[in-house]
């Protein structure tokens, strides 16, 4: 079983734009070692870049959108662009999955919510194996007419969900054991 690292949007725009992450707080450690454990067990590492099409957030070519950069020190194979929370809407992913073999995903990133779960429920539709590494994905709180509800709740109500069916939910340290 060839296996992949994705890891989603980990962009500017969580650290210093509108939508800075607060929940988990070591989040981006987490990523950055999963990336190194990755590497280290020749795995395909996948960085997906988010581009807003609409509103001031993900705004192509601005300091927000570019890629953190100490996820750019690490070592990876790919980068896609995305325009949607789906990292396989009109992208090469999966064209990218089947040419290196890849029958397993394992999901890093922001938002958990939103483009880390769309993206593990998407691939366990196509027929992928997908882990869910519980501390190196994170979200913010979030407030609309619908309610409210915190970083940690939302974070947990949706590993929750994942766990039901999509995915296997697991903190970085059970993955890398």
């Known amino acids: 079983m060839k296996k992949a690292l994705l890891v989603i949007d980990v962009q500017n ?9 607060t929940y988990p707080q070591n989040s981006l450690d987490n ?4 990336m190194d454990y ?7 590492i996948i960085i997906i870049q988010h581009t807003g099409l609409y509103g001031d957030t993900f705004v192509k070519n601005s300091n927000e959108w570019e890629i953190h950069p100490k996820i750019l020190e690490k070592s990876y194979d ?3 662009e995305k325009t949607k929370p789906s990292s ?4 090469n992913l999966e064209e990218i999955l089947k040419k290196e073999n890849i029958t ?13 779960d769309t993206t593990a429920r998407e691939a366990f539709h196509k027929g992928y194996s997908v882990e869910f ?3 190196a994905t994170g979200t913010i709180d979030v407030s609309n007419e619908i309610g409210t509800i915190s970083s940690k709740d939302l974070h947990k109500a949706t590993l929750i969900a994942q766990s039901l069916r999509f995915s296997n939910v697991m903190s970085s340290e059970e993955w890398m054991k």
């Open 31 to 34: 990523i950055l070692k999963v």
């Open 78 to 80: 790919y980068i896609i």
């Open 13 to 21: 725009e969580y650290f210093t734009g509108k939508l800075k992450v």
């Open 133 to 135: 590494l519980s501390d």
């Open 88 to 91: 396989f809407h009109e992208t």
């Open 38 to 44: 990755a590497k280290s067990n020749n795995m395909i």
């Open 104 to 116: 397993e995903l394992f999901i890093s990133g922001y938002m958990t919510q939103m483009c880390c």
